[in-house]
């Protein structure tokens, strides 16, 4: 019964009032951040909430993962429609959203497995970042929900970071490496703001302390300052024995490979 409440009664009302409110307030397209896990893709959420541009959404709301056919929609083929974009409109309906934003941004990392239905949905006006990282330190990363397991296999990195390459030429689409974040971190903004159409601020520059997303459920502890201690991990002696697995999938050594990502 309630479900059957939030889904003909509430989601509608949100979607109705948060689209309406959407309408009068963001000029530009959404931003949306996706990539394997483990990859970067809340940390530059949180780098780019800096922006007073950006109303940046710090929970990954899933909304780009599930889709339903849209029985408005007209036309022989069926058109899709995330099954809860009222996710979305929820938090922009919660915000006191100051006037110097022009878009949202959302983070999911499975964004990156549904770029054709976003582009779709969105009539091509969105702007996509694709975060890739060296799949040696994706596979040895631990999540803080399972601390215990390797949150990512070989399969789901090479099958995650071939989707998002496969559209790389799109102008939609703007592929980055969590490698040039860290250690060419202001040329790799200034990219990013070209890419998006927006100015590399001051607030940006100093985006420690100015970003309002500084927790999120991916990390042990609150957002740190960039550092290069977080490249290469992989090489500690503790891998050793996960790396030799991770290096005998012969998928991975290729794309690794193809990425310039050095491989012995």
Request: aromatic share 10%; charged share 25%.
């Amino acid at each position: 019964m309630l479900n059957n409440f939030k889904k003909f009664i509430t989601a509608p009302l949100l979607t109705f009032f948060g689209r309406r409110r959407a309408e009068r307030i963001f000029r530009d397209p959404p931003v949306l951040i996706g990539g394997c896990g483990r990859s970067g893709t809340s940390l530059l959420l949180s780098i780019l909430a800096a922006h007073p541009q950006v109303l940046a959404i710090p929970t990954e709301t899933g909304v780009f993962s599930n889709w339903e056919t849209d029985p408005a929609a007209a036309g022989a083929s069926p058109a899709w429609r995330p099954q809860r974009m009222d996710r979305i409109y929820r938090y922009i309906l919660s915000r006191s959203i100051p006037n110097t934003v022009t878009r949202y941004c959302e983070k999911t990392p499975s964004n990156v497995r549904h770029i054709e239905q976003i582009l779709n949905f969105f009539q091509g006006r969105v702007k996509f970042i694709h975060l890739i990282r060296d799949g040696r330190d994706v596979m040895t990363s631990v999540h803080p929900e399972n601390p215990e397991t390797y949150w990512v296999n070989p399969e789901r990195w090479v099958s995650d970071v071939r989707t998002g390459l496969a559209h790389r030429a799109l102008p939609q689409l703007l592929t980055i490496k969590y490698e040039d974040l860290i250690l060419q971190h202001q040329q790799t903004m200034q990219q990013v703001c070209d890419f998006l159409e927006i100015e590399y601020t001051p607030a940006l520059k100093s985006w420690f302390e100015h970003s309002d997303v500084r927790k999120n459920r991916a990390w042990f502890h609150p957002l740190k300052q960039l550092h290069p201690s977080s490249i290469g991990k992989w090489k500690q002696e503790k891998f050793r024995s996960r790396v030799a697995e991770i290096m005998r999938d012969g998928e991975v050594v290729k794309l690794l490979r193809e990425l310039n990502y050095p491989v012995n």
